[in-house]
């Protein structure tokens, strides 16, 4: 133990820490400053932790305390505060360079030393200070104009208030700033970690760790007697099925069997302290049965493999898609290319980690189970776990999350939390460390996929067939959903007259897929866009042209048969057409050693609103004429809260400080349906239209407008809509029907740059055109965009998941500050029909044409084609020698 003196955001303090204690603990528990962030196991790899120590930037996960006697600590909290925020956390609200929030605050202490040292960094000085900051929403570059803006307002070239805009200007179609990114910017949001439960216990989970093993036994009568430690549960202590998933419940909360996937959780030990909780946990003994592992689909349906789910065959799911006769117009067409594509193993990588906490409200038989975490589908979930621990009475509340894309579709940490609180009787906190965090959540779903697709002389699609095996790892999650998605959007934004097609969903003992930001399309799309490529090359046409005849027209239907009334597409593509002639002609200009320039177009008519889908959104006039919104609308970065926002202040005629939210609660609010899918604008947006059509019409009957009008006549304040999508979907034998409510469309064109001596690609620029019907918040979209091209560029160059290996942010390589490049996006507005003021989503959307668009890119400038995911280095010098 030593004594440390030191101030922190200008206070002093005398603390008292062992050796071992680092900042970001003594900010974090001991001072209750919980801006500063923790995403990577304290390795140095994230930077949310950055705070500024004597001017100087540090890594507080890294500083120990007793190194910083006298030192002076800056924290964003002492930076500025929601009330009177500092310039930089200003210039970052307004730039739109707040999603989710949790790399936020490490990003403004590095802005902040960056700064005082140079009041006017240019684009690489910035990006050499914020190196060592990760951000998975944004793409970055709005990042790096917070920081030239926050500059401009530092050296007093610009005020805040002449971007703060006009208080009377419209509400739709304009880039108000979000509701939250204020508190985000000051360290004042609460994330699940930062949620402080008085007496609560830590948790840890003992994980098996075998890819495929039955459980023999579990010994932990040492483990219960060592210091701290409060119990142990397993799965003898779950009272109801013990059993989650989304599509099916085939996931156990604790495993008492057979365990299909490495990292299985076996058992649960609570104490004082984290590390009694691990220490614990290590010492509780676990006799394991090896068994075989089924490393792909392959294995798992060869003849004689072992069912991973007893009853249920390892070819889990499949479904076919039939329009017209697919054969019949390849073996007749002018021309046909074949090929097998790969998508690989993906994590969503959210920077947060995957904690949540839970306890219990009341006694006996009548208490609540509470239960904090970063759920994106609340009301599902608290009825899932109701199920799984048979304790009927549930309340989920979700926090700020820092990030998903659609990885909080399942459950994970809070099934956990929830159990051991339930048991203990006592309250919980789980925060596991990220390498736990990537062992227990979903993963993009690989696709293998064999293509033909063929053309008529003149170079119009004949037709495609297109057979895929998913592979589903360990647990059903959303599998065959996944498949009818890819099924659902199979010929993009084309008009294929025939297509036939096959998706098989197959368990292996990998990790298991789920939601992952377009889960199926993106795959899918990867196949059919670079086959375009391969045929447009083979009838002798340029990509661009090839594509623009092929548009499918109103009238003409998609691969599920649906006709399509509306189809922005084609608007989209032709909006390109200069940006295209400009970067090919500069691509062909380009000539530097062994650097090669290359252009290449991808493009997705992405569909949103599955069939039967349903949101429910209530909304009250306010005494003070203001109106609330009561949703379980979850927004980790989208910006649904600016969208609702903004919808009901333009419905209502109101300031939008006048439009209170109350979101995310089961007790409060009522059930908007899953935040994933890009369907909140376009499902829950119009329930909150219908809601406020229904007051309007309540005040309209009584003849005035205001609560005490409505009160006076005895109606109610509060009106609750909701909707249901009407349309049944596929025909389960064809894969015929309607599959969708409504499609957001675009194209992307993808600049890039390859070294032909070491294969290396640099991304220059993309570009997309995007119509998602009405633009609510043009920053909103565009900064979707960003992101989504951003995580597009991960998948298509370096993003891969390896079991065993991934387990941190050096052993997961997503796109970084270094490997930014220019965007552009343009919006174009053509209204959708049943879109809340004709608006529809446009989340997913963003990456499914990236990846697609860099390959043909890389082709085009080094002659090189990658159909395996994703094109590394090593892949395209290989593709060079090969030639
Ligand atoms: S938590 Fe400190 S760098 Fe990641
Ligand atoms: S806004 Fe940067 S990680 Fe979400």
């Not at 007790?667 to 059509?693: H, L, N």
């Amino acid at each position: 133990m030593r004594s440390v003196n030191l101030k922190v955001n200008g206070i002093s303090h005398q603390f008292v820490v062992d050796e071992e204690r680092v900042l970001l603990d003594l900010l974090r528990e001991d001072l209750r400053l919980t801006g500063a962030k923790q995403s990577c196991d304290r390795k140095g790899q994230c930077g949310a932790c950055t705070v500024i120590v004597n001017g100087k930037t540090v890594r507080s996960c890294l500083t120990k305390v007793g190194t910083l006697e006298g030192a002076e600590i800056l924290t964003v909290e002492g930076l500025g505060t929601p009330d009177n925020p500092h310039l930089i956390q200003e210039a970052f609200v307004l730039a739109g360079a707040i999603q989710c929030g949790y790399c936020t605050p490490g990003l403004i202490m590095s802005t902040k030393a960056l700064l005082d040292g140079n009041p006017n960094p240019d684009r690489k000085e910035i990006k050499g200070a914020l190196k060592r900051n990760l951000c998975r929403c944004t793409g970055y570059q709005r990042i790096i104009e917070a920081v030239e803006l926050a500059g401009r307002f530092l050296r007093g070239e610009a005020k805040p208030g002449d971007l703060q805009g006009d208080a009377n200007a419209a509400q739709i179609g304009v880039s108000h700033t979000r509701p939250w990114s204020l508190l985000k910017a000051c360290g004042a949001a609460e994330f699940s970690a930062d949620i402080r439960v008085p007496g609560a216990l830590e948790l840890a989970v003992v994980r098996s760790p075998h890819h495929h093993a039955r459980l023999k036994g579990i010994d932990y009568q040492d483990a219960q007697k060592m210091p701290g430690v409060v119990g142990v549960m397993t799965a003898k202590d779950i009272k109801g099925t013990n059993s989650i998933g989304v599509a099916a419940q085939d996931q156990p909360l604790l495993c008492d069997d057979v365990l299909p996937a490495l990292g299985a959780a076996v058992a649960i030990v609570a104490a004082r302290t984290k590390k009694e909780a691990q220490a614990a946990a290590e010492a509780v003994r676990v006799e394991y049965e090896v068994l075989p592992r089924m490393k792909t689909p392959e294995e798992a349906v060869a003849e004689g493999a072992p069912e991973i789910h007893p009853g249920t065959p390892n070819l889990c799911h499949s479904r076919r898609q039939i329009k017209g006769d697919a054969d019949a117009a390849l073996d007749s067409s002018a021309a046909v290319v074949s090929g097998e594509f790969y998508s690989q193993l993906i994590h969503q990588a959210p920077l947060e980690p995957e904690a949540a906490v839970a306890y219990m409200e009341g006694e006996g038989e009548d208490a609540q189970l509470v239960v904090i975490g970063r759920s994106i589908w609340i009301h599902f979930h608290a009825q899932v776990l109701q199920n799984a621990l048979g304790w009927g009475n549930i309340r989920y509340q979700e926090a700020f999350t820092g990030g998903q894309f659609g990885i909080k579709v399942d459950i994970t940490s809070e099934g956990i939390a929830a159990a051991a609180a339930l048991h203990f009787h006592q309250p919980v906190r789980y925060i596991p460390s990220l390498k736990e965090s990537l062992l227990m959540t979903t993963k993009r779903h690989p696709f293998r996929m064999q293509v033909r697709l063929g053309a008529d002389a003149k170079g119009k699609l004949t037709g495609l067939a297109m057979d895929f095996t998913v592979e589903n790892g360990a647990y059903m999650s959303i599998g065959p959903e996944v498949i009818n998605r890819a099924l659902g959007m199979l010929s993009g934004g084309y008009n294929i007259p025939n297509v036939q097609a096959e998706g098989k969903l197959v368990y292996t003992n990998n990790a298991w897929g789920g939601a992952a930001r377009g889960a199926g399309p993106p795959q899918a799309n990867f196949a059919l866009e670079s086959a375009m490529d391969l045929l447009a090359a083979k009838v002798g046409m340029d990509p661009y042209e090839f594509r623009r005849i092929n548009v499918l027209q109103p009238g003409q239907s998609v691969s599920s048969g649906y006709v399509a009334e509306e189809w922005a597409f084609n608007a989209c593509l032709e909006r390109l057409k200069p940006e295209y002639e400009r970067a090919v002609q500069d691509a062909r200009n380009f000539k530097s050693g062994s650097l090669r320039r290359g252009v290449g177009l991808a493009g997705s008519s992405f569909g949103i609103g599955d069939p039967g889908d349903t949101s429910h959104v209530a909304v009250e006039l306010d005494p003070d004429g203001g109106l609330t919104v009561y949703c379980s609308v979850a927004d980790p970065g989208e910006g649904n809260d600016a969208m609702l926002v903004q919808i009901a202040a333009h419905l209502m005629d109101l300031p939008r400080n006048k439009i209170r939210l109350v979101t995310r609660d089961t007790e409060k609010t009522p059930d908007s349906g899953v935040s994933a899918g890009s369907r909140q604008t376009y499902m829950s947006g119009r329930s909150m239209a219908m809601a406020i059509e229904a007051l309007k019409s309540a005040l309209k009957e009584v003849g005035g407008d205001t609560h005490a009008d409505l009160v006076k006549a005895g109606k109610p304040t509060r009106y609750l809509a909701g909707h249901t999508l009407p349309h049944t979907g596929m025909d389960p034998e064809t894969g015929q029907g309607q599959v969708w409510g409504s499609f957001c469309h675009g194209v992307q064109m993808a600049e890039v740059e390859v070294d032909m001596e070491t294969g290396e690609v640099r991304i220059l620029k993309m570009t997309a055109v995007v119509d998602p019907g009405t633009v609510i918040n043009p920053v909103a979209v565009a900064s979707q965009l960003e992101g989504g091209m951003d995580m597009g560029a991960g998948m298509a160059l370096r993003e891969e998941y390896v079991h065993g290996e991934t387990v941190d942010w050096a052993t997961y390589k997503f796109p970084t500050m270094n490997t930014t490049f220019d965007m552009e996006t343009i919006l174009l507005e053509s209204p959708r029909k049943d879109g809340p003021l004709g608006a529809t989503g446009v989340g997913e959307f963003t990456l499914v044409p990236t990846h697609p668009a860099i390959i043909n890119a890389i082709d085009n400038a080094a002659g090189v084609r990658i159909c395996e995911l994703p094109a590394t280095p090593a892949k395209i010098l290989a593709g060079l020698k090969a030639d």
